[in-house]
């Protein structure tokens, strides 16, 4: 189970951190992915990373002003969010493959949290 936390309103160049804490068992080949959904659009890709910390991988939109960080300790994972704009208002959802993925498709994550809302005003 995934569960995001973070989200908020935040004027245009501001930071927000996400976080998505994950129960039960983690296996280090595990793959956690943050994707976004805007109001009346399709969810997209926004970033993913191997649960051993390697490979943080991010789409072109977000490149240069996201990161993707995991706490192996605290079972979490950590989307820090600069120089926001008002196009990454979305619902942000934290999602999963156990197994692992080099994917950036909704379909080959199999577990999801709930959403948490960012804002940026303009």
């Known amino acids: 189970q995934v569960v995001e936390s973070g989200g908020g309103l935040v004027q245009t160049g501001g930071s927000l951190r996400l976080s998505c804490a994950v129960s039960?068992?983690?296996?280090?080949?595990?793959?956690m992915a943050w994707f976004r959904q805007a109001p009346g659009k399709e969810r997209e890709f926004v970033t993913r990373?191997?649960?051993?910390?390697?490979?943080?991988y991010y789409a072109d939109s977000v490149k240069g002003r996201f990161t993707v960080s995991r706490d192996s300790a605290k079972n979490t994972v950590y989307l820090q969010m600069n120089s926001l704009k008002p196009e990454d208002t979305a619902i942000y959802y934290c999602?999963?493959?156990?197994?692992?993925?080099?994917?950036?498709?909704?379909?080959?994550?199999?577990?999801w949290g709930q959403g948490t809302q960012v804002t940026v005003s303009s």
């Open positions: 999602a999963a493959n156990y197994g692992g993925t080099w994917s950036t498709s909704t379909q080959d994550f199999t577990s």
């Open positions: 039960g068992r983690t296996f280090s080949t595990s793959t």
């Open positions: 990373i191997r649960w051993s910390g390697f490979s943080p």
